[in-house]
């Protein structure tokens, strides 16, 4: 039997992963996503339903009922599946309002559906640049954008997490290139910490590139109308791209897009490979992300309850005497330090109902493991007291806090 070497050397792998505590399990929800959560039975001592403060479900549409009508009669009228790529046979009205509706929530001049954030991400880079250019990256960015970066041959400078020293350094070093792409995360997903973009902006504008926010965790969430981290920062019109997903705040279904200058978003159409040689996003999605999308552009309730929720978890915790990495974004680390309390803890907080994450080496540094709550404006400040709770008799048996 041919495969007989496979079977010895994955094994071997699988070993290795297990032996170093890194072996991912999945945990079965039987229900929709959503503040509460039904998980199957078989967790030890757990509760059948607990909280959910660990999905992106920011803005809790992933189980809205407008958005639940809309993706029915997405499927009702436009069928299920597109069974072609774009360019063939493939768009329909749907995706073109969906772009449109995108660029005018972000007031970018167009918009490009992928069937993800990491296929926009994965099929950027190499279309708009070539070895005359140079691409510029945070060291902590998300790993689509490490791939994407991977798959073209522009010249590579990797600057220290946020450290605008080592960026404008690169940006010196790159200057021979013909052009400069600054790529970064709006938000990174381990602390919540926002990208200095600022900074990075002033930078590219000093050494002439352009910028890049992958802006996933923000598209949405944050800025005084919803448009993200350069939203955030009053810098909406001073950066060149944006790629995003549809898989958090907008809707949390699947689907990404890039957004941003005109011209490269027309050479995507021409170029980008996972936008020609893979399937169109179906119109259960389309439709559902252009009614999340209304949600979202239609006032500021949802993130003002989503801001409530997070300020009020964020001073209780503090308050019990966690330390809690400041920040004003819903991603909320609760800094542990050692691994094995971070597992623990995890694990007696869903015994007590609230399913957390934690998280360790190698995902974040040695040292810094951590319990990442995530809040959902789908929570009610009741269930986040409840929470909090929680957290307070767990972090005591734990000796955590006092
Ligand atoms: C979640 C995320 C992605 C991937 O998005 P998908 O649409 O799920 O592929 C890409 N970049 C960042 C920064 C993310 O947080």
């Not at 609230?354 to 810094?368: D, E, N, T």
């Not at 809040?375 to 400040?381: G, M, T």
Request: glycine share 10%; net charge neutral; aromatic share 6%.
């Amino acid at each position: 039997m041919a495969y007989g070497a496979f079977k010895s050397v994955i094994d071997a792998q699988l070993a290795e992963i297990r032996a170093a505590g890194l072996y991912k399990t999945e945990r079965q929800l039987v229900g929709p996503q959503g503040a509460q959560i039904r998980v199957a039975s078989g967790h030890g001592h757990a509760p059948d339903t607990v909280l959910n403060l660990c999905a992106n479900n920011y803005l809790g549409l992933a189980n809205h009922p407008e958005v639940l009508k809309a993706a029915a009669e997405g499927l009702q009228h436009h069928g299920y599946g597109m069974a072609s790529v774009r360019f063939i046979c493939g768009t329909q009205d749907l995706h073109k309002r969906l772009e449109q509706a995108l660029s005018t929530f972000l007031g970018t001049a167009d918009t490009i559906l992928y069937s993800s954030c990491f296929d926009a991400n994965t099929g950027l880079f190499e279309a708009v640049l070539d070895e005359r250019d140079a691409v510029i990256s945070d060291a902590l960015n998300h790993a689509s954008l490490i791939d994407g970066i991977r798959l073209c041959k522009a010249q590579r400078f990797r600057y220290g997490h946020a450290d605008m020293g080592e960026l404008e350094a690169a940006l010196k070093q790159a200057s021979a290139c013909r052009l400069r792409l600054i790529a970064t995360d709006g938000v990174f997903s381990m602390d919540g910490h926002l990208a200095r973009l600022p900074e990075i902006v002033g930078l590219a504008e000093r050494y002439d590139a352009a910028v890049l926010v992958d802006d996933s965790h923000a598209t949405g969430v944050l800025g005084p109308s919803g448009r993200g981290t350069p939203d955030h920062f009053g810098l909406a019109d001073r950066v060149d791209l944006i790629t995003g997903t549809l898989g958090k705040a907008l809707g949390g279904a699947s689907g990404g897009f890039t957004t941003g200058r005109a011209e490269i978003i027309e050479l995507l159409r021409q170029r980008s490979r996972p936008y020609l040689f893979s399937n169109a996003l179906p119109p259960v999605i389309t439709a559902a992300a252009l009614q999340a999308l209304k949600l979202v552009a239609q006032g500021d309730a949802l993130r003002a309850a989503l801001r409530a929720r997070t300020a009020f978890f964020r001073t209780q915790l503090s308050g019990l005497g966690f330390t809690v990495t400041p920040g004003e974004h819903p991603i909320i680390p609760i800094m542990l330090g050692d691994a094995a309390l971070a597992t623990r803890m995890a694990d007696r907080l869903l015994e007590e109902g609230v399913y957390v994450v934690g998280f360790s080496y190698p995902v974040v540094p040695k040292g810094q493991a951590r319990i990442r709550v995530q809040v959902s404006a789908a929570l009610s400040h009741e269930q986040v007291e409840q929470a909090v709770k929680a957290f307070a008799k767990v972090g005591r048996e734990l000796g955590v806090i006092r």
